[in-house]
């Protein structure tokens, strides 16, 4: 689980915030548009409060959070590709949104899912310590995560290329 969430939060991280809205500025995208999909995330996760009424029925929570996981991460990964697609900036502008804001719903559905699931997992008395330990783990690898793809962003100009590899990079490490 250390290992998960040392791989999911960079990946995270990578299709978020600077990163995100960075693309979005690339593609000429609205400030509008920039806002709302850069905070996307915080919004869309306050409609996951209604997945107690999914979880609390499911006992076997392991493949649905797997497949909650892998399609929200294939959907906001994959917004590095659409260009290669079409070269229609409307119709780019609005599959990135619609992949985003969906990827995100998806997302805080998980997210409180593998909390449920990571704590049923702990037991209470080791449950602090993990807890300290994973995080100072995920802190790591997000602020490396980020200064390198940071690095790699400027290496190609913040050009399309440079954005296909952080986006790439983020897909390898949510499949993995």
């Known amino acids: ?7 999911i939060n960079a990946a995270t991280v990578l299709t978020s915030g600077m990163f995100l809205s960075g693309y979005l500025v690339y593609l000429k995208g ?16 306050i409609i996951a409060v209604f997945s107690s009424f999914i979880y609390e029925r499911m006992r076997k929570r392991k493949r649905f959070l797997i497949t909650l996981n892998v399609t929200s991460r294939i959907l906001i990964c994959s917004i590095v590709f659409l260009p290669l697609i079409s070269h229609n900036q409307t119709f780019i502008l609005s599959a990135i949104s619609f992949m985003v804001i969906l990827g995100n719903l998806l997302w805080g559905f998980f997210g409180i899912g593998s909390t449920v699931w990571m704590m ?3 037991s209470k008395e080791a449950r602090n310590e993990y807890i300290n330990i994973r995080t100072l ?6 602020t490396l995560t980020s200064f390198l793809m940071g690095i790699v962003l400027d290496l190609f100009n913040k050009s399309y290329a440079g954005f296909l590899i952080v986006f790439t990079v983020s897909l390898v490490f949510s499949i993995t």
Request: proline content about 0%; hydrophobic content about 60%; overall charge negative.
């Open 1 to 7: 689980l250390i290992i998960d969430g040392v791989l």
């Open 137 to 142: 783990f995920l802190r790591i690898s997000f």
């Open 30 to 45: 609205s400030d509008f548009l920039v806002g709302l999909l850069n905070n996307s995330a915080a919004w869309a996760s």
């Open 120 to 122: 049923s997992l702990v």
